[in-house]
């Protein structure tokens, strides 16, 4: 079994930061792509930031300049650094990992969801 779990969201005023964290535990034996996904009341998922095992990164155009996602493998820990928040940022946001995991005959990779944690920001 393997959990993401996140921490780090909160109320915030426009213009300020956040520093959001999710660690994965359980039975792993490496995690490839890490990502950072949110949802706001009504819309659907998105993809915010993606970052490789080698800590090559990808960020959506609404938040690129903003926000910077990063990783440390000994912890098996992705963070988002948010700046210069809008209140369009606004959201629930999820770290999702691709993590490889010890099976009987052979490891495989899984994908993997934290439940969320709640970034608000007042205008």
């Known amino acids: 079994q393997v959990q993401l779990v996140e921490s780090g969201g909160g109320l915030v005023q426009a213009g300020g930061s956040l520093r959001l964290s999710c660690i994965a535990s359980?039975?792993?034996?490496?995690?490839?792509?890490m990502r950072w996904y949110r949802q706001a009341p009504g819309k659907q998922r998105e993809l915010v930031a993606t970052?490789?095992?080698?800590?090559?990164?990808d960020y959506s155009d609404s938040v690129k300049g903003r926000f910077t996602i990063s990783r440390d493998n000994a912890k098996n820990a992705v963070y988002l650094q948010l700046n210069n928040l809008k209140p369009e940022d606004t959201a629930v946001y999820y770290c999702n990992a691709d993590v490889v995991v010890p099976g009987y005959w052979s490891s495989s990779e899984h994908e993997y969801w934290g439940q969320g944690t709640q970034v608000t920001v007042s205008s």
């Open positions: 970052i490789s095992n080698s800590g090559g990164a």
């Open positions: 359980g039975s792993i034996l490496s995690i490839n792509d």
